[in-house]
């Protein structure tokens, strides 16, 4: 009995950690987009590139975290929403050539 109980808690907790993790990362992207936003505005190339990776990576793990995370339908719709929506804007917020 006490195998059960403690098998549910660890998913319950490994669920919310999981989503924590999701919903942390989503705030991180929003905000590494504004500072690109802001280093285009001062025309800051190495902030540029260095957030442009940051942004890169945090796209992909999200991606990886949402692809293994105990979540369900309709969060897994929203997360790949987010992710199409921050790759394609990732794409406009690059440096030109």
Same mark, same amino acid.
């Given at each position: ?10 998913? /319950? ?52 975290? %949402?692809?293994? %995370?105990?979540?369900? /339908? ?22 030109? %050539?």
């Amino acid at each position: 009995m006490n195998k059960i109980i403690f098998q549910y808690v660890l998913r /319950k907790t490994m669920r919310r950690s999981v989503h924590e993790d999701i919903k942390n990362l989503e705030m991180e992207i929003v905000q590494t987009e504004d500072k690109i936003i802001e280093y285009l505005r001062t025309g800051y190339e190495g902030g540029i590139k260095t957030s442009l990776h940051r942004l890169d990576l945090d796209l992909k793990y999200l991606s990886i975290l %949402a692809n293994g %995370a105990p979540i369900d /339908k309709n969060e897994d719709r929203k997360i790949m929403d987010f992710l199409r929506i921050h790759y394609d804007y990732m794409q406009k917020l690059s440096v030109p %050539a």
